[in-house]
Nanobody, 112 residues
Framework: EVQLVESGVGLVQPGGSLRLSCAAS????????MNWVRQAPGKGLEWVST????????WYADSVKGRFTISRDNAKNTLYLHMNSLKPEDTAVYYC?????RGQGTQVTVSS
């Protein structure tokens, strides 16, 4: 059974930083691309970033490019999202995803 467990719930001020983690199990993590997606209040799901299996290739939504960094540790079956220069519009529930599977999500709130 695929399990994805996000952590890193946070309330942060604008301009602040936060790191999210996603612990994966139930599949061969090191052989698959992984994604972060988010859902802001009252809005649909938005793709944020993707990382290929070796960690050497990444893509970002224009809205987060230059501020967020996706990374992975295949030895620990863990995916990360490093978020810098956070803005109020980054407020959302963040999910890691693998194919059609998503975790339970973790709330990030950016507010002064």
């Amino acid at each position: 059974e695929v399990q994805l467990v996000e952590s890193g719930v946070g309330l942060v001020q604008p301009g602040g930083s936060l790191r999210l983690s996603c612990a994966a199990s139930g599949f061969t993590f090191s052989t698959t691309a992984m994604n972060w997606v988010r859902q802001a209040p009252g809005k649909g799901l938005e793709w944020v970033s993707t990382i290929l299996r070796d960690g050497g290739t990444t893509w970002y939504a224009d809205s987060v490019k230059g501020r967020f960094t996706i990374s992975r540790d295949n030895a620990k079956n863990t995916l990360y999202l490093h978020m810098n220069s956070l803005k109020p519009e980054d407020t959302a529930v963040y999910y890691c995803s693998h194919g059609l599977n998503r975790g339970q999500g973790t709330q990030v709130t950016v507010s002064s």
